[in-house]
């Protein structure tokens, strides 16, 4: 038991580590448009640089660690993603930041197509809910750390050194992953690559797949948009300062603490499904009143956001794997996952694009009417999963 708790903790603690190093750019943004003379359009690509791959290349790793093992890819994604953030922070120009963010994204990719299985593996079956919702702790904690240590080390020593600074954390985070095994209960056996195809490519399964895919695109849309220009956001709008904006980001992320494992316990007593129903309008009525606070009420709408999101993650973490097999695992939740901050890769660019034209307020209502999408998506996704096909699950 002590073994399986400590790997828990492992993971929990990579998981608040991916989300650190994801969130120096965003927390730094006005500072290098500053130096780089960028405008919201091209800051927007350049946080694309990293959005990307970190979203697409989920796929991949999720499918690679279903057929070689999840340590090794673990092992060599803390690799990549620590050495990009590190040269990150010796970017002397706006393209050798895209290409050492978008280094880092390779890297952050492989963290949740083999972080989330793992976990679900070795969790009580009973508590799933409840455990994955302390995995979302863990990016909340990582979350709600980066904005703070990476602003005030900015403002101390200058922004490279916040990139170096934290780096040396994924670096840690590998070095844990070097030493420790992985328990039996979640021991990776190999696959026949004909048995692992024969389940993925039906052509239901594929179907399901899909409709994961589009409702992942629009779960947490209003974060995805919303997180990158936030500490933009409010220095423009507002006048507070970059160390200001900062604690709002984290904020929002601390929330998460409180949210993640809240909504993952609702969820195990009152259904997935339900639950990201009403998290979904939540978010809607959330994004659209952020455009019209003062202030004072933001600090509110952005805690209340955090709560939701965070909820919002925890919940689609434990029920993807609850409509699908062991065997493909990994890619279904790379499939999810990939869908998800690939939103942001979209979002991204185009939410600079409309602040640069109209502001970032019209922007933001926008996207509080995108995430009603996902509604019918939950029902959907249930008849699909409800047919009688090899990923057929038991919790819907």
């Known amino acids: 038991m002590k073994s399986i708790n400590a790997f828990i903790t492992l993971i929990v603690a990579s998981h608040g580590t991916n989300h650190m190093l994801q969130l120096i750019l965003p927390t730094l943004l006005p500072t290098m448009i500053t130096e780089f003379q960028m405008s919201n359009y091209v800051a927007g690509i350049v946080i694309a640089c990293f959005i990307v791959p970190y979203s697409l290349l989920q796929i991949p ?68 809910g409840q455990a994955m919702g302390f995995h979302q702790t863990g990016g909340a904690v990582g979350s709600v750390a980066a904005p703070l240590l990476s602003a005030y ?6 922004w490279r050194y916040s990139f170096a600074a934290l780096s040396l954390l994924g670096f840690l985070s590998l070095l844990m992953w070097l030493i420790t095994d992985i328990p039996a209960s979640a021991s990776h056996e190999k696959k026949k690559t004909e048995s692992l195809k024969s389940i993925l490519f039906n052509s239901k399964t594929i179907r399901l797949i899909v409709l994961i895919f589009i409702f992942g695109l629009m779960h947490v849309i209003t974060y995805r948009g919303l997180t990158p220009f936030l500490t933009t956001y409010a220095t423009r709008k507002f006048g507070i300062s970059l160390a200001s ?59 209340a956001m955090g709560l939701i999101i965070f909820g919002c993650l925890t919940v689609t973490d434990v029920w993807i794997p609850e409509i699908n097999v062991p065997a493909i695992m990994g890619t279904v939740v790379g499939v999810a996952l990939s869908a998800s901050f690939f939103a942001g890769a979209i979002v991204t660019p185009t939410i600079g694009y409309l602040a640069d034209q109209v502001g970032f307020d019209y922007a933001f209502r926008l996207l509080s009417v995108v995430v009603l999408f996902g509604l019918p998506m939950l029902k959907i996704i249930k008849y699909a999963a409800d047919d009688k096909s090899p990923t057929a699950g038991v919790q819907n």
Do not use: C
Request: overall charge positive; aromatic content about 10%; glycine content about 12%.
């Open 61 to 128: 790793f999720g499918y690679l660690s279903d057929r070689m093992g999840r340590r090794r890819i673990m092992i060599f994604g803390l690799l990549l993603y620590s050495i990009g953030t590190l040269l990150s922070g010796l970017s002397q120009n706006v393209v050798i930041l895209g290409l050492t963010q978008f280094l880092a994204g390779v890297g952050g990719a492989f963290y949740h197509p083999i972080g989330i299985p793992l976990l679900f593996l070795v969790a009580d079956e009973r508590r799933r």
């Open 245 to 303: 904006a900062a604690q709002l980001l984290s904020l929002m992320q601390i929330m998460g603490v409180f949210g993640s494992p809240l909504f993952g316990r609702l969820s195990d007593k009152t259904g997935r499904r339900a639950m990201l129903a009403i998290i979904l309008v939540a978010q809607s009525a959330i994004m659209y009143l952020i455009t019209l606070a003062s202030l004072e009420s933001l600090v509110i709408l952005l805690g």
């Open 153 to 158: 080390i900015a403002i101390a020593f200058g």
